[in-house]
T-cell receptor
Framework: DTGVSQDPRHKITKRGQNVTFRCDPI?????LYWYRQTLGQGPEFLTY????????KSRLLSDRFSAERPKGSFSTLEIQRTEQGDSAMYLC??????????????FGSGTQLSVL | AQKVTQAQTEISVVEKEDVTLDCVYE???????LFWYKQPPSGELVFLIR??????QNEISGRYSWNFQKSTSSFNFTITASQVVDSAVYFC????????????FGAGTRLFVKA
């Protein structure tokens, strides 16, 4: 069990550029989540995958954001035409069972995005 | 609607002091789960404890203990004999049976433990 891994750890980009982040969940976990965390705040839910199906998206996820999990394993989160307000820590998490059953989340170390 | 409130933004204690972190939650569900997570400077949130809504029995696990009171919708977390390594941001979180596929987090309490 190698844990949840995210790449890159840090990303600095200029406003208007596109960025893509990758998340590799714990191998036996079929549930994967993306969260966003800004300074001084708790993680905010963005989207959820069960296997390759994206089952829920937050209203926080504007049209510039897209997430995929093509084979039900790793996931990517892309932000197009980045804005300074997108600067945040993007966290990936995975779980073995549904959260509604009390399952805990396993988090990666996150990708810190800075938009200049 | 579900909501988690952590009124304490920062707490500073001296090593070996006990410290209690407060959490108040809102939910309309009768079945829900409460959590505490720790986020050290490295950034990775780590699960600490979990409680379901049907079990108000308070427990102690090592230096951690928690006080769950449904009557006041509170789920407070205590660290006994704090250590410098306890310095981190602590998040209270809520999942509910009908909450969809997400866990809701509070804004966090930053704990500084000074030697």
């Amino acid at each position: 069990d190698t844990g949840v891994s995210q790449d890159p750890r840090h990303k600095i980009t200029k406003r208007g550029q596109n960025v893509t982040f990758r998340c590799d969940p714990i191998s036996e976990h079929n549930r994967l989540y993306w969260y966003r965390q800004t300074l001084g705040q708790g993680p905010e839910f963005l989207t959820y995958f069960q296997n390759e199906a994206q089952l829920e998206k937050s209203r926080l996820l504007s049209d510039r954001f897209s997430a995929e999990r093509p084979k039900g394993s790793f996931s990517t989160l892309e932000i197009q035409r980045t804005e300074q307000g997108d600067s945040a820590m993007y966290l990936c998490a995975s779980s073995l069972a549904p959260l509604g059953s009390g399952e805990k989340l396993f988090f990666g170390s996150g990708t810190q995005l800075s938009v200049l | 609607a579900q909501k988690v409130t952590q009124a304490q933004t920062e707490i500073s204690v001296v090593e070996k002091e006990d410290v209690t972190l407060d959490c108040v939650y809102e939910t309309r569900d009768t079945t829900y789960y409460l959590f505490w997570y720790k986020q050290p400077p490295s950034g990775e949130l780590v699960f600490l404890i979990r409680r379901n809504s049907f079990d108000e029995q308070n427990e102690i696990s090592g230096r951690y203990s928690w006080n769950f009171q449904k009557s006041t919708s509170s789920f407070n977390f205590t660290i006994t004999a704090s250590q410098v390594v306890d310095s981190a941001v602590y998040f209270c979180a809520l999942s509910q049976n009908t909450g969809g596929f997400k866990t809701i987090f509070g804004a966090g309490t930053r704990l500084f433990v000074k030697a």
